[in-house]
């Protein structure tokens, strides 16, 4: 019997798993990136002081790498359908809590709680994608699954910028729980075949522990901490930078953050299609290159365009476009580690280096009084070079067939 990834072309079957893992991470992202956009009103309930505020900022992210913890290992060990939906169900209850929060702490401890569930969603969702879509299609596909964290963003900025000030941020929150409901439907979704067939006759610490995979996962661990800290210092503290640095109103902040998203829906629904064509590495390298030149534009040389309104939303949309080298890691990371350990070694990679930017906040702090809040884009420029410099450690990838191996 063959293989979902065996058929020349995606089926129905393929198209309902792709919308399974792409609502997952929409809506997994869209509850990482809310609170950015609500905090002023949580800040004017609760007068938090700027420890708190930013210990409650890196809360969700921190336990993103718990989540790919312990995700990546019940993808592994019960499947990549049962984690998506465990994760699913997690940061829904966390989002309801946060709705309900009395004050600070439990704030917190409720992001955190949504945070551990975010971190399921974009690993177990790439290695199903990865694992039953057609090898030759698999980077477009793996993009239109990553398309959920610019239009999660997105989401998150509509909701905070324009519903959030009608109804409250208590809100927000309560309706960002609610699409779990749907996800959780779709329990027809069929499991990945190719971890089905896959051998067990490994622990998943002997596997990642291998000379064949351990190396591997070193380099794509730096590869994604380099990515990771050039858009982590610059989407958590862009709505800040705009409105604080820049003197934009909380409208005209959200007005620009959309502008970078519309440039990054563009930006990951190309990459997949030009990495299928020209491979991963060289098609990332272009697009962190302008990344780079899309976040300088707007920090390092603001008084050349600020006076012209229009040239800063193009700029703020060329580094979202740049933000399409995300498109890139479902595909790749698919294609370098066995069926064995997928699950576990991509949730861990992406949520463990997204756990450290728990320190974006502080290092923003340690930054501005020197630099100026412009200074953290800067510094995420820099990150975007080293990136598109350390793609070239991994080997090319495109087009690999995938099978049932350890």
């Known amino acids: ?54 210990w409650l900022t890196g809360a969700a ?46 704030l917190a401890a409720a992001r955190g709680l949504a945070g551990l569930g ?25 993009a239109i699954a990553q398309t959920g964290a610019p239009l999660g963003l997105g989401l998150a900025a509509i909701l905070g910028s324009f ?3 009608a109804l409250g941020w208590r809100a927000v929150f309560a309706l960002s729980a609610l699409p779990a409901a749907g996800l959780l439907a779709m329990r027809a979704v069929p499991e990945s075949d190719l971890w089905r067939a896959h051998p067990r006759d490994r622990s998943i610490a002997q596997v ?26 610059a989407v958590v503290w862009l709505p800040r930078y705009l409105r604080e640095s820049r003197g934009l109103t909380e409208s005209g902040s959200g007005w620009a953050t959309l502008a970078f998203v519309a440039g990054a829906v563009a930006g990951y629904l190309s990459f997949g299609i030009v990495s299928d064509r020209l491979g991963r590495r ?41 933000t399409g080298t995300w498109s890139s890691f479902g595909p790749t990371f698919s294609e370098i580690f066995p069926t064995a350990v997928r699950g576990t070694a991509m949730s861990v990679i992406i949520n ?18 020197r630099w100026g809040m412009a200074g953290g884009i800067v510094l995420a420029a820099a990150f975007a070079v080293l990136a598109g410099a350390w793609v070239w450690t991994l080997p090319e990838t495109r087009g690999r067939a995938l099978v049932p191996t350890a």
């Open 352 to 369: 463990l280096t997204r756990g450290i930017q728990f320190l974006a906040p502080v290092v923003i702090a340690a930054v501005a009084p």
């Open 1 to 54: 019997m063959s293989l979902l990834n065996q058929s020349q072309r995606p089926t129905g079957t393929h198209i309902a798993i792709l919308l399974f893992a792409w609502g997952a991470w929409l809506f997994g992202f869209h509850s990482l990136m809310l609170l950015s956009f609500v905090i002023g009103p949580i800040r004017a309930q609760f007068s938090p002081t700027e420890s708190q505020l930013a």
């Open 163 to 165: 519903v959030a000030p």
């Open 118 to 142: 975010i971190g399921g969603t974009w690993g177990g969702g790439q290695a199903l994608i990865g694992e039953t879509f057609p090898a030759a299609t698999r980077g477009r596909y793996g």
């Open 208 to 233: 990642l522990a291998s000379s064949e995979v351990a190396p591997a996962f070193v380099k794509c661990f730096v590869l994604t901490c380099f990515n990771m800290s050039n858009y982590w210092l």
């Open 282 to 322: 060289v098609t990332f390298t272009l697009y962190s290159a302008l990344m780079a030149l899309g976040l300088i534009m707007f920090s390092v040389f603001w008084p050349l365009i600020a006076g012209t309104p229009r040239l800063v939303l193009i700029f703020l949309g060329v580094a979202g476009f740049g």
């Open 61 to 106: 992210i921190g336990m993103t790498g718990v989540g790919g913890f312990l995700f990546g290992w019940i993808s592994d060990r019960l499947g990549r359908k049962t984690s998506i939906l465990l994760a699913t169900l997690t940061f829904a209850i966390g989002n309801a809590a946060c709705a309900v929060a009395p004050g600070v702490a439990a």
